[in-house]
């Protein structure tokens, strides 16, 4: 028996309604020109492979990612079309979950529920367009099979498939060649413009790859052009660190997933009524224990206390997701892209600009006058080039010797002469004290030493000393 081919299967490239996480079932949208880079990027990976059938769903943005990805012939195939979400076309889980009073998703709770439309009138529509009751689970999952009942000849003569469709189709089409539940669909991350391989195993349907991103993208497109700047992205051979990118993106959606359910509806109560303002002084608190443990060398107990950071920004990014993008409400995914972007405009040195140039620095040095030039020129874009201080930035509420480190420290890289001499004789008076410990931190400063930490460290000293002493006066 000839050995059998494999299944393809591709996402297609971002819309304006994916990025925003809004069920797009019927509504025709295009690619936005991230989705467009996405899907010339799929296409390179591909390129090279051909394959005996090429399957599109007749929706403008699978089609258009077929095209863009070298598969322009690629034949329509209506069953592969997404799933008709009904009453909650255009709604975002969050707010099907807000309505509803508690938590939901489409493939565990179904599209037929008590909610408004999210669809919007005068957006195109494929076919029928959307109908008021949507698809059952089961629709779709019949729907899948019936390709697979078209696919699985030519895989089963050796043949290769390639297929372009939707997120939700395509996740229960993966759950019915597994022969599982298509509810499992909801566990299974399926990114823009991502593909997965389905084959055989021992002869049995197996899943052999899945979720395989393209190439990492700058998603800060320029307003004139709306070109997408593609990012210098290692193999994973490549990398010092490899990266388990499957459980990486399962974890984070994980967490995520975990955070959007306290906040909803029939959640947790203490969760729900938190704001930006009430949750700041756990950050605080949380980043300081994130330092300590750093310094203490448990790297256990600095792995809890990072998640618990993170749990911050999950929390505020969640708060901010309530909010309508027009009253600068965001998401996580908006806050991980701007600081994706920030770095990357940050290290010049490390990667290519849009013309694929790398700045040529030699040491750290330059590397902070190349910082301070990049953070000066993003001043002048937002307009504050002029009436900005090298001081913005550092919080007032940072511990009195690291403030005053970090006022000294950027005084002293913009040549600005302040603060006392290092060297001045100590005096008896409380501002005379108050000037002698800044000279401290300015000696510090100056020989390159930390003097918050090098004092935590004599305070931990103490505290030892005086537990030390406490244990002996119990003893005796």
Known sequence: MSESGVLVV?????????????????????????????????????????????????????LDTAALAGHPDAAVETDLVEWDYGPVEGLTRAEV??????????????????????????????????????????????????????????????????LFAHGHLLRIFACVWLGIAPEVAERLAFGTASRSVLGFERDREALLQWNIAPETLDPAATPDTGRVAVTDRRSPADRRLPVDEARLTAALLDVVGLMDTLRSPGGCPWDAEQ???????????????????????????????????????????????????????????????????????????????????VTEIDDADGVNRQWDRIKETEKATRGTAGTASVLDGIPESL????????????????????GPDPDAPPTDDEADLGADLLALVARADALGIDAEAALRRQVRSLVAQVRAAESDAFTD
């Open 10 to 62: 591709v996402r297609h490239g971002e819309t304006e309604w994916s990025r925003l996480g809004r069920h797009t079932g019927l509504t025709d949208l295009p690619l936005t020109p991230l989705g467009e880079e996405q899907a010339r990027l799929t296409g390179r990976a591909l390129a090279g492979r051909s394959f005996d059938l090429v399957l599109t769903s007749p929706l403008r943005r699978a």
């Open 97 to 162: 979950s807000r309505e509803l009073g508690h938590p939901w998703t489409a493939v565990e709770g179904g599209v037929r529920v008590p909610v408004r439309s999210g669809t919007q009138p005068g957006l195109p529509q494929w076919g029928p367009g959307v109908s008021d009751e949507g698809e059952l689970v089961g629709d779709v999952a019949a729907r899948a099979a019936r390709v697979i009942g078209r696919v699985t000849p030519v895989l089963r003569s050796g043949g290769d498939v390639l």
């Open 275 to 357: 704001t930006h303002a009430s949750l700041a002084p756990y950050a605080i608190e949380e980043a300081h224990e994130v330092a300590e443990a750093a310094e203490s060398g448990d790297l256990g107990a600095l792995r809890e206390e990072l998640g618990d950071l993170l749990l911050q920004v999950l929390f505020h990014a969640r708060v901010a997701a309530e909010r309508p993008e027009a009253e600068g409400g965001f998401a996580l995914t908006q806050v991980a892209e701007g600081l994706a972007a920030k770095l990357r405009r940050r290290h010049p040195h490390v990667f290519p600009d849009a013309s694929g140039v």
């Open 399 to 418: 511990p009195a010797l690291m403030r005053a480190q970090k006022v000294l420290c950027r005084a002293r890289r913009a040549d600005i002469a302040v």
